[in-house]
């Protein structure tokens, strides 16, 4: 039946938005448990029912099954009875089964009376969106965080968020419009979330940002008063507006921040000694916005109580993660618990004044401050309360960072293949190699596969392999040329890399570089790598044919020689041409220190001249240094130093500038 009675849950084990231990009131709004709970709802795509399975709540749960024929989605459903008024709560929250074996997108629509008076217009109601991976989702939407209209362009039009007192209309849609399946909701529901007596907790972020459930919004504007007990300063007054962002994924208390650098925060605390845990924002929303800073350090009353060094300094936010390859791992662990999410934890003793923070950093934007909790050090419970929100948080992202490709099929090695202990077929360089990538049914056996290409004088030649083991193994990959006369030629690897669109963090692993591979290739179980083979070819090189082979071994049975032949035309490629070619930008990330930088526009000129382009776009301007009797003193030493290095490399055409 329909229940809006309210229940307060106190044991731990009982599943609960994010403190069980601690309490939560839960409005249970509708748990399909009858057939009056489903008539409770219009669905305008999909077939629904009550079944067994998935039950969060009761002894039944609400089955849609999907409809490829609907409109938007095959999975529409809208509230008849919607509840009007949902203040006073933290979050609204809907409990989802995915029996399938893929993700499912997800999307609400959340609308108050105001967009009803404004024409019931799409930029003045609520679009939130959500990824469903195999299996159970406890998803979670902040009342006090229902922007309209989109995460990225929000009340435009209407200036403020969805009232929470004036809900007139929820929709809920599943999957990509044309797709087969099902889904399985249950309890509905609005929570609020205690948190225990002597903790405090911030979230940091906009006005009207998205809260983390049981945790005390704060923006750049939320001043020190008495009455309050927290703030920013009073002395040094706010951040400035604009100070305070969202970058619109992650869980609520990653996903905004405010930028503290040079601000103090004050705590009315009574007077002892306090654990302090402090989360940065580090990763920012575009390229170039992540944390940039050399050096951080949090001041407790005046005092230095933590600092951060980080001896690359800007640099480190490129290469941090350069030689991670997200295949297998956890990405709540290698990416956020790892580094950009790791809490800073210190101890602070609070006067007869409260804990006064101060936050600094050598550089802008190094202080973005997510969350910030205190509780006195000799309490336990609050420091399982805190170690119990960070395991929320993670369990959140989690579920966000849900990668989006599609399982493999079954895979067993070809009879042929059996005692090489892995598989090889032929790709080409543009093929969308993944490592889900099976061998075509057709695949050839090892003593058929051949690889030929036909080139010209002045091209690099590429020979691709796709290799898929059965067993995670110590493989050996080489090349070498099997008759003579010979070209210079080396073997590399597709590394995968995690790849995601805005406003999201679920993500399809894709190819992302080219790894020279020195005679050792690690394969792995279930993983399909690509090996190109790059042959280059010398504007004077010999026309005829050249015969080589790429000899791979798994570490089981015997090797496999694939060969490899190269037809090398008597036509000549010239980059010296009027057709222009290049990429859009040249010049090296400004993270990186003067002489590396340098360092690295000198391989990039390289690099695309080895592969025949004759212009460049970008570079240094001139500078206006002053001005000596009525005329511009101009500094063109960089200039000159750029055009200098561009005719080193052998580009002497036009520039294209931007």
């Not at 459903?77 to 893929?102: I, K, Q």
């Not at 791992?329 to 950009?340: G, S």
Request: hydrophobic share 40%; glycine share 10%.
């Amino acid at each position: 039946m329909n229940r809006t009675g309210t229940l307060t849950f106190t044991l731990a084990g009982v599943l609960t938005l994010a403190s069980a231990a601690w309490g939560q009131e839960a409005a249970h709004l509708c748990d399909f448990e009858d057939p009056a709970d489903i008539r409770a709802w219009e669905f305008t795509a999909g077939t629904p029912g009550v079944v067994e399975e998935g039950v969060t709540h009761g002894r039944k749960a609400l089955e849609i099954t999907f409809d490829p024929q609907g409109q938007y989605h095959p999975a529409y459903m809208t509230w008849r009875s919607v509840r009007g008024d949902w203040s006073g709560f933290d979050a609204l929250v809907l409990d989802v089964f995915n029996p399938g074996l893929e993700p499912i997108p997800a999307t609400v629509l959340i609308a108050d009376r105001a967009w009803v008076q404004k024409g019931r217009s799409y930029w003045n109601r609520h679009n939130g969106s959500a990824t469903l991976a195999p299996g159970p989702t406890r998803w979670t939407i902040p009342v006090g965080g229902l922007y309209r209209g989109e995460a990225g362009s929000r009340n435009n039009d209407i200036k403020r968020n969805i009232d929470a007192s004036e809900i007139v209309r929820l929709d809920f849609g599943f999957g990509v419009k044309g797709a087969a399946g099902r889904v399985i909701v249950d309890d509905l529901r609005l929570v609020r979330v205690a948190r225990p007596a002597g903790v405090w907790a911030f979230d940091f972020g906009p006005p009207d940002q998205s809260v983390m459930p049981g945790w005390t919004a704060i923006s750049n504007a939320t001043a020190y008063t008495k009455q309050r007990g927290f703030g920013w300063g009073p002395q040094g007054g706010t951040p400035w507006n604009g100070a305070a962002r969202d970058t619109t994924f992650g869980p609520a208390l990653l996903r905004d921040f405010c930028e503290a650098g040079g601000y103090r925060f004050r705590v009315d605390a009574p007077a002892g000694r306090y654990r302090v845990t402090v989360v940065y924002e580090n990763s920012g929303y575009w390229g170039g916005e992540q944390a940039m800073q050399s050096k951080r350090r949090i001041l407790a009353g005046g005092e230095e109580a933590w600092s951060e060094t980080r001896p690359d300094g800007s640099a480190h936010a490129l290469y941090r993660f350069e030689e991670i390859e997200p295949l297998g791992v956890d990405i709540w662990d290698t990416y956020m618990k790892a580094e950009l999410a790791k809490p800073v934890a210190f101890d602070a003793r609070a006067g007869a004044d409260g804990l006064t923070l101060q936050f600094e950093a050598d550089r802008p934007w190094g202080s973005k401050i997510s969350a910030l909790a205190v509780h006195r050090t000799d309490d336990p419970d609050a420091a399982r309360w805190l170690a119990g929100q960070m395991d929320e948080v993670a369990a959140e992202f989690r579920g966000m960072a849900v990668c989006l490709d599609k399982p493999p099929g079954p895979f067993v090695l070809p009879p042929a293949w059996r005692a090489s202990g892995l598989v090889a077929w032929p790709v080409d360089i543009a093929d969308e190699v993944t490592p889900a990538s099976l061998p075509p049914e057709a695949a050839k056996g090892p003593e058929d596969l051949v690889l030929s290409r036909l080139a010209a004088r002045g091209e690099i030649a590429t020979f691709c392999l796709a290799v898929r083991p059965d067993e995670n193994r110590r493989g050996q990959v080489s090349f070498a040329w099997t008759k003579q006369p010979s070209l210079p030629a080396e073997v590399s690897a597709v590394w995968y890399n995690a790849v995601r669109g805005f406003n999201s963090i679920a993500y399809r692993l894709r190819a992302h570089t080219l790894r020279p591979v020195d005679g050792s290739l690690p394969l792995q179980r279930d993983v399909t790598r690509m090996l190109v083979l790059k042959v280059r070819v010398p504007p004077d090189a010999a026309p005829g044919n050249y015969e080589g082979a790429i000899r791979l071994r798994s570490g089981k049975g015997p090797a496999v020689s694939v060969p490899v032949r190269l037809t090398v035309s008597s036509v000549v490629l010239d980059r010296q041409t009027e057709f222009r070619m290049g990429f859009f930008g040249l010049q090296p990330p400004g993270l990186l220190p003067a002489p590396r930088r340098q360092q690295a526009l000198e391989r990039t000129l390289a690099l695309l001249g080895e592969y025949g382009m004759n212009m460049v776009c970008g570079g240094p301007s001139w500078r206006l240094k002053g001005w000596k009797d009525g005329q511009p003193v101009i500094d063109f030493g960089e200039m000159d130093a750029f055009f200098a290095l561009l005719r080193k490399h052998g580009f002497t055409g036009p520039i294209n500038g931007y």
